[in-house]
């Protein structure tokens, strides 16, 4: 059963946190339809010019972002305010209602006052058929029962960016059954992602692929006089090795294919002379992995007089 996580980005973060009140909302659907991932809103003061409360270089649109039980929060300055009409919904939804501690804000403004406790209530109506279409893939390179769910959400919501949430087989197999048009990410726990733009028509045939960590040894030479092995940085694409200190030793998770393999952090009195993997110069060229490593990456380095 596919079940839905929301949150809220607020977009309107400029105001002092003493002139600010917190603001809970509740969104419906006319019909049973599915209910947009995001949409905005637009305050005006009531002479339609924008918020005095905000500098030029703010962002006066608020980002509304449901929950799965449709409800969502906004932070607002206190004053007075008129909404605009909302934007990004997606083809056949319109305003219906909202209104505020029953004033009908279709033909009143918004006043937040630091003493209030109503909540902000958007009525949305839809006609005409649903919009919503299937997105179904599969998810390769998993083991048995290394994943059960994988999500699909916005792309650019951040961490508090709204999220549907799904199954996966026992045969990697997936299938989001109500999503509304828009670009999306599918993923898996932040591990691996796939983009999708969805239309008018089912999205099938997705995949998602888990990157095959690789975990490869390693050693600190240090050439000359037998001193205690320094401590430096060795990386693998930009992450760095876990390491044993004292003894020299590392563990790098790497990617199959070309990993880009480089150490820093080397001692003032120390030089780097080699990073090799077998025969590979891994200071001239990559790391190639189809498989299990079979040497250990080997670090030397040499006192610099």
């Not at 630091?114 to 299937?134: K, Q």
């Not at 089912?202 to 998602?208: E, R, S």
Request: hydrophobic share 40%.
């Amino acid at each position: 059963m596919t079940s839905v996580v929301f949150s809220v980005l607020l977009l309107l973060q400029t105001a002092s946190p003493a002139g600010v009140r917190v603001v809970a909302g509740h969104l419906s659907v006319e019909g049973g339809a599915s209910a947009p991932s995001s949409f905005t809103l637009p305050l005006m003061t009531g002479d339609k010019a924008p918020t005095p409360v905000l500098p030029a270089s703010a962002n006066r649109t608020l980002m509304i972002r449901p929950q799965i039980d449709g409800t969502f929060r906004l932070q607002l300055p206190l004053g007075e305010y008129r909404v605009g009409a909302p934007g990004r919904l997606p083809p056949g939804y319109t305003l219906q209602s909202i209104m505020y501690g029953g004033v009908d804000l279709l033909r009143n403004p918004l006043k937040i006052s630091s003493g209030d406790s109503a909540e902000l209530l958007i009525n949305l109506a839809h006609n005409g058929p649903e919009p919503a279409v299937s997105v179904s893939g599969h998810v390769t390179g998993m083991a048995p029962g290394q994943f059960q769910r994988i999500a699909l959400r916005e792309p650019t919501g951040g961490e508090l960016s709204a999220a549907l949430e799904t199954s996966i087989g026992a045969d990697g197999t997936f299938t989001f059954p109500k999503v509304l048009p828009g670009n999306y990410i599918v993923y898996l726990r932040l591990r691996a992602q796939t983009r999708v733009t969805v239309g008018d028509k089912d999205v099938t045939g997705l995949t998602v692929a888990v990157p095959q960590d690789i975990l490869v040894s390693g050693h600190i030479i240090l050439e000359g006089a037998q001193t205690t092995i320094p401590a430096i940085i060795v990386e693998g694409n930009g992450k760095a090795a876990t390491q044993d200190r004292g003894t020299g030793t590392f563990i790098l998770s790497l990617d199959n294919g070309e990993n880009s393999i480089s150490a820093r952090s080397i001692p003032e009195a120390y030089r780097l002379k080699s990073i090799t993997y077998g025969d590979v110069d891994l200071q001239k060229e990559p790391l190639k992995l189809d498989g299990p490593a079979i040497w250990d990456i080997i670090v030397r380095l040499a006192p610099k007089n």
